[in-house]
């Protein structure tokens, strides 16, 4: 069965300190694992989409990689509006349904 | 270019009654997919619609329905309503030559 599992499930850093959000994932063959913003109260925001272990990509202050078990979000020099909870989800070469993890509660204090 | 809308944002039901969700997927998209999540969870899959049909179904009752329209809207019907059914029902849309799904605002669903 499928499984993603995000750590820490909060973090809190200052306005300026970087840091890495881990997803750990297990699934019978990737077809795509994806990292997603969601605010309070409000549906998840995409930002971006991996397949093969190796690939970066970024965005701004965000940097994703992955890995054949894992996935990394880095945060370069955050900042408060960075405050957010990030899911990460695994898609499967067998089906269509996203698997997401709880996701990682991340406070930026100024 | 507007994204994936959803009706109604807010929503209280009473246990036994029944519940109709809407959403309006992201223009250009003709696959729709509902998701449930609880309060401090990620979002788990409910099913997936593509060209009016039930392509996927998570690990969800019965009382869990939907429908796809011609113009790819889709609703998402739950009967029986029970006070776990709280939850934000969230709406996602996807084309079928792109793996990203985009996600609505959500209905916040209260079963009193």
């Known amino acids: 069965e499928d499984q993603v599992t995000q750590s820490p499930e909060a973090l809190r850093l200052q306005e300026g300190e970087s840091s890495s959000l881990n997803c750990s994932y297990t699934v019978s063959g990737l077809r795509g694992l994806f990292w997603y913003r969601q605010d309070p109260g409000k549906g998840p925001e995409f930002l971006f989409t991996l397949y093969s272990a190796g690939e970066e990509k970024e965005k701004e202050r965000l940097k994703a990689t992955l890995t054949k078990k894992e996935s990394f979000l880095h945060i370069t020099a955050p900042k408060p509006e960075d405050s957010a909870t990030y899911l990460c989800a695994v898609r499967a070469n067998s089906g269509y349904a996203l698997n997401f993890g709880k996701g990682t509660s991340l406070l930026v204090t100024p | 270019d507007a994204g994936v809308t959803q009706s109604p944002t807010h929503l209280i039901k009473t246990r036994g009654q029944q519940v109709t969700l809407r959403c309006s997927p992201k223009?250009?998209?003709?696959?729709v997919s509902w998701y449930q999540q609880a309060l401090g969870q990620g979002p788990q899959f409910i099913f997936q619609y593509y060209e009016e049909e039930e392509r996927q179904r998570g690990n969800f009752p019965d009382r869990f329905s939907g429908h796809q329209f011609p113009n790819y809207s889709s609703e998402l019907n739950v009967n029986a309503l029970l006070l776990g059914d709280s939850a934000l029902y969230l709406c996602?849309?996807?084309?079928?030559?792109?793996?990203?799904?985009?996600f609505g605002p959500g209905t916040r669903l209260l079963v009193l």
């Open positions: 996602a849309s996807s084309s079928t030559n792109q793996e990203t799904q985009y």
């Open positions: 223009s250009g998209h003709d696959t």
